[in-house]
């Protein structure tokens, strides 16, 4: 039986629990159709990057040159945005008039629409997720009679890849270590960009600079670093947590070890 949403203190938020039902359709019959695609900033994540650029069959360099501006966040961290187009409407460069181009693998900000991820202490405390339904005034369908359950739709959606991916990446932004002092330093934002967006240089790093030399990582893994974008991700991810956290997630070679303590003149 479907639960009823839960209302919050404010009066104009219901937050939906994973139960709760909600109203939505999207279709070109819709007046609207298409409209949320226009004048609208969509930040992205390094996952979105790693699928549009992948289904465009562009490099990430390439990618992110032609489609996207970056930012410095209030931590120092660099932001990837996705840019709208030069036409009157600022359109997204992948709407057409039948939708989106790139529809299956459309950014999270577009396949989390129309619900928005609700935080308080009491769903914190509850350990799930919980949503409230964005306000949007012309978006027609918000007020249609088709009803989706939550849990149902959030899987529909493909979201829980791309919350796992985003769990990767929050292990460095949500950092502790990375909050106490915003980071000023350029090489320090460019490694992060680098690792999390630009993944086809960081492959190239990988690759053909001495890092292999320097780090022991099994013949299977290099092999699938190779090929697998998503693997690659989770590998940069270690190495930013080794780097820049100083966690022991990546093992340096014995020899290399050694020789650092004959430089320091360590025993």
Same mark, same amino acid.
């Given at each position: 039986m479907t639960k009823p949403a839960a209302k919050t203190q404010n009066k104009r938020l219901t937050v939906l629990g994973p139960q709760d039902e909600f109203p939505f359709e999207c279709h070109a019959g819709?007046? *609207?159709?298409?409209? #949320? *695609?226009r004048d609208i900033t969509i930040f992205l994540t390094p996952y979105d990057v790693l699928r549009m650029k992948n289904a465009l069959h562009r490099s990430s360099g390439e990618f992110l040159s032609a489609y996207t501006?970056?930012?410095i966040g209030d931590n120092g961290l660099p932001i990837v945005v996705l840019k709208m187009g030069e036409d009157e409407e600022k359109s997204c460069p992948f709407v057409t008039n039948r939708g989106c181009s790139i529809y299956s693998d459309r950014p999270w900000? *577009? @396949?989390?629409y129309p619900l928005k991820p609700?935080?308080? %202490?009491?769903?914190? %405390?509850?350990g799930k997720s919980y949503y409230s339904v964005m306000d949007v005034p012309f978006c027609g369908g918000? @007020?249609?009679? %088709?009803?989706?359950?939550? =849990?149902?739709?959030?899987?529909?959606?493909?979201?829980?890849? /791309?919350h796992e991916m985003e769990a990767l990446f929050k292990k460095i932004t949500t950092n502790e270590r990375l909050s106490q002092e915003k980071i000023t330093n350029k %090489?320090?934002?460019?490694?992060? /960009?680098?690792? #999390? /967006?630009?993944?086809?240089? $960081?492959? @190239? $790093? !990988?690759?053909? =600079?001495t890092f292999l030399e320097r780090f022991e990582v099994e013949p299977e893994a290099v092999e699938r670093l190779k090929t697998d974008d998503t693997a690659l991700y989770r590998f940069a991810i270690q190495w930013l947590e080794y780097g820049l956290l100083a966690q022991h997630v990546l093992k340096v070679r014995p =020899? !290399?070890?050694a020789a650092k303590k004959q430089e320091l003149g360590v025993e």
């Open positions: 819709l007046p *609207c159709f298409t409209r #949320c *695609c501006v970056t930012m900000a *577009c @396949r989390i609700e935080t308080t %202490k009491i769903t914190e %405390k509850a918000l @007020r249609s009679e %088709k009803v989706h359950g939550l =849990s149902a739709w959030i899987e529909q959606q493909g979201i829980p890849v /791309y %090489k320090i934002q460019e490694m992060v /960009y680098m690792a #999390c /967006y630009d993944l086809d240089r $960081f492959r @190239r $790093f !990988v690759m053909e =600079s =020899s !290399v070890m």
